[in-house]
């Protein structure tokens, strides 16, 4: 909920200081002033407090009146304008703040700059302000950074806002200028057309749709987040996946092997098919990777079963005993291999410990590293705010506290009188210890993969002093075998074409594991992708659109609308325009048909959001909304429903303009509470 409690205006010239200022409540505010007198000036001064002008129009220029910017009129005479400012108090249901935007500031502030106090200062007597808090609004960042007003105030009125698709293929937020357009019209673009118009700047797809959906919070809505976000997921298992893949492969490649073919990521055999067959979180990769042999392709595993028979079937011979000083040469080999392999076992477990020591300091390091980017943001917000005036180091110095977190820094070991790091200065010394970080983060990384590196070496050292120690071994038992050099050669091809087939499965194993792994993710984000169906709406969205359509011709009846019978329109809910079977409303009737068309829409979106659970503001700014001599007979039940309408057991708040006679308007509004502010000559002056 957006409450717009009061407001004050002010504009210093040399001689003195001018200004505006009411309050407002509940249900039906009338600004009521002859024309040009500043009633459009009072609405967009809030929109421009809101640091929301971006929903007027894509430029500052022309929001605001000369008599905030340029020259006013003091008794009579016009006088240079020095500075001027806008105070506007707003509430949510629970919570009061003022804001303070300048819209001609004084040396050293920028326009952009926004000034909030956490209380109310303006409808009440304050005698020792609260230290105030500083955001911007205007550039980068404004609705995502902590500094960025909009994420203040969306925040404040605990909006949640969507990532939504621009049109060049990016997600942002939905902005606070492109939801404004649906309770804020201004007077002079504003009230063509039979729907609001939306801002086109920010690129957003399908903005009205987008607003709506958000404002009637639509499970369509959360069910398309929900879906982009599945399908991100499913692109970075894809990556994963494809990185595995070709790892195992090039790895079989290279041992002259090939992998068992399988489905192609994404296809509907491969979320049916477990890969390689699989029946469980792992697989025998003895049985995925195939070696040629003989004219036909066998698997790994009778491969190496075929080796092992062959390399068993050479050494079958007539042996001799070896004696004398050969044996004992062969006892010392022994006894050198077996001391080696103990000293490679070792060094493997010291890598090992090495190894996870390097994962818990990235690990470290890395919660460190994100740590210092969200406070580098920080600071860039700080020198952000200080170039558009915030005296924001200062004021938190001076409470001792902590200018990026706002924590007390009370009991630290900074002395009192010791010299404080200026906002540049802190903002350098962050940025050092990032550069220092990676650069720990960078060896670290570099530490992890010689590790790697010597443990490959030393794992195949190992294996093949083992096999050094098995032929010692054999050799001490007394036999040497009497064999040709043919058998020699062939026994010694063989068996190092062996070890080369262990080391590929011992390898290929864990990859293997890895693809299975992955494809069970992939299976589990598809079916929950699959389990939105091809409908767009649920029940409880199409529920919403009765309602907000029933409310729709329940107001169009009481504006009389004419151009067609009010239960002959309907919503679309693809485009949350008002349609009708026998064309597009836009081409339809008069002038003053298309203005009624806009009160019931907007009115009805206030009305049925309330009712469903949305979260519409319950708030309407509206600029002239009698335009286009629209008839009394319409003007009369319409602001009638203004003063009426419910949200969320209390009445909505709407602001509206006008120009008639105060009499017309009591009489319109007989038997209605309801607020009138009068301006009887200028806003200004």
């Known amino acids: 909920m957006l409450r717009i409690t009061a407001i004050a205006i002010k504009s210093v010239t040399a001689i003195g200081t001018v200004g505006f200022a009411a309050q407002f409540a509940d249900g039906l505010t009338v600004i009521r002033a002859r024309n040009t007198s500043g009633k459009t000036l009072l609405l967009n001064s809030i929109m421009y407090a809101l640091g929301l002008e971006g929903t007027l129009q894509p430029g500052k220029q022309g929001v605001l009146t000369t008599g905030l910017t340029k020259s006013v009129n003091v008794n009579g005479m016009e006088h240079q304008v020095q500075n001027s400012w806008i105070d506007l108090e707003i509430a949510n249901g629970s919570a009061v703040i003022t804001i303070r935007r300048y819209a001609l500031p004084p040396e050293g502030i920028k326009p952009d700059l926004i000034t909030v106090w956490d209380q109310a200062m303006i409808s009440t007597s304050v005698e020792d302000a609260r230290q105030p808090k500083h955001y911007y609004v205007g550039r980068g960042g404004t609705a995502q950074n902590e500094a960025g007003f909009h994420h203040f105030l969306a925040k404040f009125l605990g909006w949640d806002l969507p990532q939504v698709p621009t049109y060049n293929g990016k997600e942002v937020p939905l902005y606070l200028q492109v939801l404004a357009a649906l309770f804020f019209v201004e007077q002079k673009q504003g009230w063509s057309g039979i729907v609001p118009k939306i801002p086109t700047q920010y690129q957003i797809r399908e903005p009205l749709r987008r607003s709506i959906e958000f404002y009637l919070k639509l499970d369509v809505l959360e069910r398309a987040r929900r879906r982009a976000e599945l399908q991100q997921g499913l692109a970075v298992i894809r990556a994963e996946y494809a990185n595995l893949r070709g790892a195992l492969d090039a790895s079989a490649h290279l041992s002259n092997a090939r992998v068992m073919s399988t489905s192609e990521f994404g296809t509907s055999s491969f979320y049916r098919t477990p890969l390689f067959g699989a029946t469980s979180d792992t697989v025998d990769v003895g049985e995925a990777i195939t070696l040629y042999y003989d004219d036909q392709w066998e698997s790994l595993n009778v491969g190496m079963q075929r080796l092992q028979l062959s390399i068993r079937s050479l050494g079958i011979a007539e042996r001799i005993p070896i004696l004398g000083p050969e044996a004992a040469t062969l006892g010392s080999e022994l006894h050198e291999a077996r001391e080696r392999l103990r000293e490679i076992t070792t060094e493997l477990q010291a890598l090992d410990d090495s190894a996870n020591m390097l994962d818990m300091q990235r690990g470290t390091l890395a919660k460190r590293h994100r740590l210092l980017e969200q406070e580098q943001r920080r600071y860039k917000d700080i020198r952000s705010l200080e170039s558009l005036g915030a005296e924001f180091s200062r004021h938190a110095i001076a409470h001792h506290d902590c200018p990026t977190c706002q924590q007390s820094l009370e009991g630290t070991e900074l002395s009192s009188g010791a010299p404080v790091l200026s906002t540049s200065e802190s903002a350098a010394l962050v940025d050092q210890q990032i550069h220092t970080i990676t650069t720990i983060i960078n060896d670290a990384e570099r530490s992890a993969r010689t590790n790697e590196a010597i443990r490959g070496t030393l794992e195949r050292e190992a294996g093949e002093i083992r096999a050094r120690i098995r032929a010692i071994q054999a050799d001490l038992e007394g036999h040497v075998p009497r064999a040709s050099i043919a058998q020699i050669q062939r026994r010694i091809v063989e068996e190092a074409r062996l070890q080369e087939l262990v080391r590929l499965r011992d390898n290929a194993q864990a990859t293997c594991n890895d693809l299975i792994d992955a494809q069970r993710r992939a299976v589990i984000i598809k079916t929950e992708l699959d389990s939105f169906g091809d409908e767009e709406f649920s029940a409880g969205d199409l529920h919403k659109f009765d309602v907000w359509q029933r409310d729709l011709r329940t107001l169009l009846s009481a504006f009389r609308f004419g151009v067609f019978s009010p239960a002959e329109i309907a919503i679309d809910p693809q485009t949350m325009r008002p349609t009708h079977a026998q064309g597009d409303l836009g081409f339809q ?91 009887e000559d200028r806003l200004l002056s």
């Open 589 to 679: 009737g008069s002038a003053s048909d298309g203005l009624k068309m806009r009160w019931a829409y907007m009115l009805s979106l206030v009305q049925s959001s309330s009712a469903t659970g949305g979260c519409h503001p319950g708030l309407l700014l509206l600029d002239g909304p009698r335009m286009y001599d629209v008839e009394a007979s319409a003007m009369k039940p319409f602001l009638q429903q203004c003063a009426a309408l419910p949200i969320k057991g209390r009445k909505a708040q709407i602001i509206l303009t006008l120009s008639e006679d105060p009499v017309v308007i009591a009489e319109w509004l007989s038997g209605y509470e309801y607020k009138i502010i009068n301006i």
